[in-house]
């Protein structure tokens, strides 16, 4: 019983270069999200999918993209990576809507951009 | 919107006292109301949700949280701490109206059981 997987779970990237982030759930879940995690600013979202073929913004988005074409996958991509984007970033996902909240965690994936 | 405080970065307790882990929040609407950990290198563990009736909550590894509407605060709580319960804790809330799925999380709070 896998859960929530994200790969790769390190990577280091130059300024500029573009990278994809996979995470994918086994649990039917129709909401999916994307965290990063920062030092004294705790989780903060960065976009997120209520259902397959469907994304929306969260409170910090620029910077990055996101695709849901399968239910079980969300992706987050880096066109241009920045300094700034170095974060430990999270993806989680929960049950459709009338949920009452609780996300299940991939382990995180390490990104630090040189 | 919606905010989460967690005035203590870091927390230190002897091993078999009880632990306070503090969380106060803002939101509009009735909240819900979770407490999560993590463990180092790892992602979030769901610990003890609030969304309504009994204001004091049961959860996972003997922990409880107290719901109080009065001081907008939901205090994470355990009578006995032991060395395991080391970690890295966040409380979290979103509106408990249908359709907003959003958690705001707080900043989190180190919580160390020395023995």
């Known amino acids: 019983n896998a859960g929530v997987t994200q790969t790769p779970k390190f990577r280091v990237l130059k300024t500029g270069q573009s990278m994809t982030l996979l995470c994918a759930q086994d649990?039917?879940?129709?909401?999916m999200y994307w965290y990063r995690q920062d030092p004294g600013m705790g989780l903060r979202l960065i976009h997120y999918s209520v259902g397959e073929g469907t994304t929306a913004k969260g409170e910090v988005p620029d910077g990055y993209n996101v695709s849901r074409l399968k239910k079980q996958n969300f992706l987050l991509g880096l066109e241009s990576a920045a300094p700034s984007q170095t974060s430990v970033y999270f993806c989680?996902?929960?049950?459709?809507?009338?949920?009452?909240?609780?996300?299940?965690f991939g382990e995180g994936s390490r990104l630090t951009v040189l | 919107a919606q905010s989460v405080a967690q005035p203590e970065d870091q927390v230190n307790v002897a091993e078999g006292n009880p632990l306070t882990v503090k969380c106060t929040y803002s939101?509009?609407?009735?909240?819900?109301l979770f407490w999560y950990v993590q463990y180092p290198n790892r992602g979030l563990q769901f610990l003890l949700k609030y969304i309504t009736g009994d204001n004091l909550v049961k959860g996972s590894y003997g922990f409880e949280a107290e719901f109080n509407k009065s001081q907008t605060s939901f205090h994470l709580k355990k009578p006995s701490a032991l060395v395991s319960d080391s970690a890295l804790y966040f409380c979290?809330?979103?509106?408990?109206?249908?359709?907003?799925?959003?958690?705001?999380f707080g900043t989190g709070t180190r919580l160390t059981i020395i023995p």
């Open positions: 989680a996902s929960s049950y459709g809507s009338g949920n009452t909240g609780e996300l299940f």
């Open positions: 649990m039917n879940h129709e909401y």
């Open positions: 939101v509009s609407g009735n909240p819900y």
């Open positions: 979290a809330v979103r509106r408990g109206d249908f359709g907003n799925e959003k958690l705001t």
